[in-house]
């Protein structure tokens, strides 16, 4: 692939991001406009309402204006990133998801670090002890893993280990730092199970795989060392397809991160996800859903570049 | 309606007792004159933005009312000392001069203009506590505020008791309009404490007040964290993390953190089963009253996991006695047809309607009582009517109820919240021929020309007695036409970490809170 | 080619799938819960809907096994009965799904052209909508639907099953056995569906059990979050999510749920895997 397969494979891939952008956008707007009640029943929920108050706010944000005209203002305040103020909070959207995008990123990247370290390494000690006991317990333990939802998990983490054992704190971040981790372990403990679980799954069968090819066969019939062995012939070799899967999987813990936050009171980008779509508050929506969206397209494009860089023989095929 | 709208009372009992209780009461160690609090989310305190600033605790630290409701009964002075009515439709409140900003500037009676000139603004959230025949609100000189009506508004007082329409500083608010109570920014109140900082996502800090005019304050820093999970909350305090909460669901937060709650004796927020009577079956008597006969309140409650008094009358009895002693508004309501749990009786009276061998209804509801509504479906079918219970998003349901379509919803069972404490005022919005109207919340759309009488009168009266007998003639009306059932009240809860107590809370009929770490004690 | 397709397939390992008395045990559990399904309101000792409000929120007795919830209902016959929910929706969803990625990926793997880019463009697109964010948007504007959920799911699944079918048409096409047929003037639609989707089908099964076991998954995590089946029904999710408060006063209430949650899904993912690696080395070999 030279550079003008790059440029064309990546701006393709933009360009369905923009697509995507618009089918979002649109269809999140209009799902909000057709469903009974708007914002204004929101806002004034059970009080006694006069014509002038409600008429006010119809104007306030724009309700007295025909659907397509209230999408078009939209659009064209979101393409000078201006993508208003939560009706909710009064804040303006981008300043609250930027309060809560590194809590959730964090979250992420912490379980993904968990997944990593516990699937890979797992599944390569299962497949090196294949069908003793050791191996058997894994396999055992990954297929309820895998099944586990992470709510599910977080309800039993949260009653086991914050208030029998009050090892963790209950809820929240914390203040910054080691305290954040520190608040954020029970939580991307529940939320990597499953996909701990998966990469075990995959590294197990892979490193198996590997292990009857013929060159490492050899390579321990010469004597090397266990580790030595794992690390220039099986690894480099059974690692390329969990690259394939670690992509996915990171856009799963982003999105998988909205029930482990309303597990555990944290305030990320889901709990504003859920919150701002019960409580119609289109303009944090709007913003959560394209942000979301993004990241996962992203993280997608990035996994296929590096998959692309370190298996040449896909390059040739591509080409 | 109104877990979403909690209108908190603002009624201080004998708080000035309880201040100088707390300032000679000192000597407690630096440590632990910090206060941990539990909430949900505030993201602003601008009222008229949102009610989650004074409906979380947090907003009645910093702002303070004109007056407020007295254990005794009656209004008290606060930010103002007195107040006259030079004549029928005009009053004129004096403002203590003592008073102090968080900042060191005196209160003056322009603040207190520009405040409540910006809630009653059109598009406010708190607009409606402003009756429309308020004509003008005035500085007649720096400490004396006077109010101009077109009629009689004798709950005048019970209005601005109100949390809600707590009193800023103007010079801080007109320097700030856009960002006026939000994080970064703030209010400037005249109450014990000041906001430092505010986080919309996790919390919020608190210091005292040093030029609170109410003197030295129990807790030097006020800690709020915010929950979006009552759970995590209780959760949080069983393990120590805060010390005090007001939980929604009682019962659960109870036993996760394993504490005792201190419970108000009434509320004025309601649950109740509406019918609209412009549809079948609703619209036969004898169907309404075997309902009435067939739901049994004390069940309701305790399926409900609220702390709640069952109720009889369609204006909470404890609110009567603002106008009356028990035995007053006892004698008021007599002959009040009433409706004990009773089959037969509810039998009987189906018996007697259209529909002697049951019918199928639909009954809204939204979350926020859909287990008391799943109560009411299982006590309904024991009378033969089969109800399908439709839960709707709050918006859904108060866009329905208020919408022209007065036939949108045929029964619900609904919360209820009180505009107030005013036994008049506090359900009005619901009562009456001209809320049964496109924008309007008598979602029973009953209403009789005494009833519309009763409901004028009872707002332009300021004889206490005299109101007692329009409320009771109006509760009465309800009864027996029985277009709604009342089920109960929700009372207010605390839940405290051992070692805290709150003995005023609950003794008062009304719960009040207002600056309510003011009387929160630390055991010995 | 084999070799090369292999590696680029985002097929499951091998070896992994449990055999033996394993396997035979999945099937009964999964019998027993599908029987649990179908008969549960006959099995259920108690009516799972009569409430008992003097007697709420009770913990364990003979007369209660898992004890009540907090209108007095019997837990453990809400969980016998909410297999049916349990079941039913991932059951319509795997059903759904396979039929349209099916018929997708049959017509866009064999006739290949615009058409294979037209539903290959779809696929992208639905591949990169997070299932989850779409779930929450939906039940928050309409409001909790249980069946709202399962449709969307249905549409959100489908391209999963469209793009691993229309690999393996592509792998088939290229047959002998295909080729023939075309010589001896056997119709398009009779080779697609007479001769190649036999080849294809241990697949599609095999997906739609871990479509199955994540559709379950979903829902239950839409109930948990309150947006999806109606307060008061029978549903694992919702169980759990209303029982979690009450987690101190009867913990069973919340286990059993959760429980059943895990053990359904786990059983189909086996079965899954286990069909995926038995049947397609079957159905390969020939």
Known sequence: MDWKDWATFVSKRLAALVVLFVVLSFVTFALMYVSPGTVVDVLLAGRPRSAATVHALNVEYHLDKPFMVQYWMWVRDALRFNFGSSIQTTLPVTDEIKARLPTSLLLGVYAYVLTMVSGIGLGVLAAFRNKRAVDRVVVAGTVVGLSMPSFVAGVFLLFVFAVQLPWFPAFGKGDGGLDTLWHLTLPAVALAMTSAAYVLKHTRAAVLGVLQQDYVVFARARGLSNGRVIRVYVLRNALIPILTISGVLFSYLIVGGVLVEMTFSIQGIGQLLVQSATAKDLPMLQGVVLLVSAVIILVNLLTDVVYLIADPRLRLKHG | MSTRGKYRLASLAAAALVLSACSSGGGTKASSDVLQVGSSAVATLDYSKSNYGYANSLGNLVLEPLVVTKQAGGFGPWLAKSWTQPNPTTYVYKLRTDVKFSDGQPLTAADVVQSLDYYKADGSLVAFNFPSTLKSIQALDSSTVEFKFSEPYPAWNSTLSGAALGIFEKKFFEAHKSTFGQPGTGVIGTGPWQVDSLDATTGAALSANKYYWGGKVPYSKINFSFFSNETNEAVALRTGEIDVAFPQDPRAFASTAKTKLTTAKTGIDKVEFWMNTLVAPWNDIHVRRAVAYALDRNALVNASGVVGSPLDTVIPRPLLLQLGTTEQVNTALDGLREYPPDLTKAKAEMAQSAYPHGTTVTLATVKAVSTTSQAVVAELSAIGITAKLETQTDEANNAELTSGNREAIHSQVVPVGGSGIDPGLAYDYMFGSANAKAGGWNGTNWSTPEVDKLRAEGLRESDPAKRLAIYAQLIKQYADAEPLVPLYTKNQTVALRPGYTWPDFGADSLFNEGPWPLWLKRGQ | ?286
């Open chain 3, 1 to 286: 080619m084999a070799r090369q397709t292999e590696i680029v397939s985002t097929r499951k390992p091998r070896r992994y799938a449990p055999r033996g008395l394993a396997i035979g045990f999945c099937f009964v559990v999964a019998g027993g819960i599908l029987f649990l399904a179908i008969f549960g309101p006959l099995l259920a000792p108690q009516d799972p809907n009569a409430q008992h409000l003097q007697d709420v929120l009770a913990g364990p007795s003979s007369q209660h096994w898992l004890g009540t919830d907090s209108l007095g209902r019997d837990v453990f016959s809400r969980t016998i009965v909410g297999a049916q929910l349990g079941v039913l929706g991932p059951l319509v969803i795997a059903v759904g799904s396979f039929a349209i990625g099916n018929l997708l990926g049959l017509w866009a793997g064999y006739r290949r052209g615009w058409v294979d880019s037209l539903v290959m463009r779809w696929v992208d697109l639905m591949w990169s909508v997070p299932t989850l964010l779409v779930l929450v948007v939906a039940a928050g504007a309409v409001g909790a639907s249980y069946w709202l959920a399962v449709g969307l799911l249905v549409i959100l699944s489908a391209p999963f099953d469209t793009r691993i079918i229309r690999g393996v048409v592509m792998e088939q096409v290229p047959r002998p056995y295909v080729e023939a047929a075309r010589t001896v003037g056997v119709s398009g639609r009779r080779i697609v569906f007479l001769h190649i989707w036999p080849n294809v089908a241990p697949v599609a099964i095999a997906n739609s059990f871990l479509v199955f076991a994540s559709s379950l998954v979903a829902l239950a995590g839409l109930s948990f979050l309150g947006l999806g089946a109606p307060p008061g029904t029978p549903d694992w999710g919702l169980m759990l999510s209303e029982s979690q408060a009450m987690l101190f006063v009867n913990p069973v209430a919340t286990l059993a749920p959760a429980l059943m949650i895990v053990v359904t899904a786990t059983v189909a993912n086996l079965i899954g895997d286990w069909f995926d690696e038995y049947l397609t080395s079957r159905m390969g070999a020939t």
